[in-house]
């Protein structure tokens, strides 16, 4: 799933960048809430009083944004944590997203995916797939996506037409491009028993 929730951030523009944030240990609580929420988890560095704190001093809970440090601290220590964060989603947001993608492409009759605990996808999409699988999600997330190309793939969405019916529009097109018997004009009166 970590692969589509790439291509989704990508569609949606949800871009990554570098942040830092500093904070004084004035005794007490161990706990410090970081400023942004959608950090990824993996870049995340401590340092105290500018020196590189090991990274099993600490630990992060993405749910609440917290780190609390197991490790010793003292009156006046300064902590700086650096990461790397997504400026509109989170991870498990996209996640979110991607899942009801799924649900969406066995309503439209393509495919059942089925999005496990451990955020894997079974059976596994292929490449074309996943594309589909992130156009659908970054419909459910801006709705504004107008275009989709790839070597294999291409789709237009004529503006002003809801999200239901971009996603119909998605999976008619993907199954047009596959080779798929019966053509299915995708600018076609889309009825509630397509």
């Given at each position: 799933m970590n692969s589509i929730v790439l291509k989704v951030r990508d569609l949606i523009e949800d871009n990554y960048k570098y942040e830092f944030e500093v904070q004084e240990y004035y005794g007490g609580s161990k706990i410090f809430t970081l400023q942004n929420a959608n950090i990824d988890v993996t870049s995340l560095v401590a340092y105290k009083n500018g020196v590189l704190f090991a990274s099993s001093n600490y630990t992060y809970?993405?749910?609440?944004?917290?780190?609390?440090v197991t490790g010793t601290l003292v009156t006046a220590d300064n902590l700086k944590f650096t990461y790397n964060s997504y400026e509109k989603y989170s991870d498990n947001e996209i996640r979110g997203?991607?899942?009801?993608?799924?649900?969406?492409?066995?309503?439209?009759?393509?495919?059942?995916?089925?999005a496990k605990p451990d955020n894997t996808i079974f059976p596994t999409p292929n490449a074309s797939e996943e594309a589909l699988i992130a156009i659908i999600a970054s419909l459910l997330v801006a709705g504004s996506v107008r275009s989709y190309k790839t070597p294999e793939f291409a789709i237009q969405f004529e503006e002003g037409i809801s999200t239901d019916k971009k996603i119909k529009q998605a999976v008619r097109q993907f199954n047009k491009a596959y080779g798929y018997l019966t053509y299915i004009d995708p600018r076609e009166?889309?009825?509630?028993d397509d």
């Open positions: 809970d993405a749910n609440t944004g917290q780190v609390t997203y991607i899942r009801s993608a799924l649900y969406h492409l066995t309503a439209e009759k393509y495919k059942t995916f089925v009166e889309l009825t509630i």
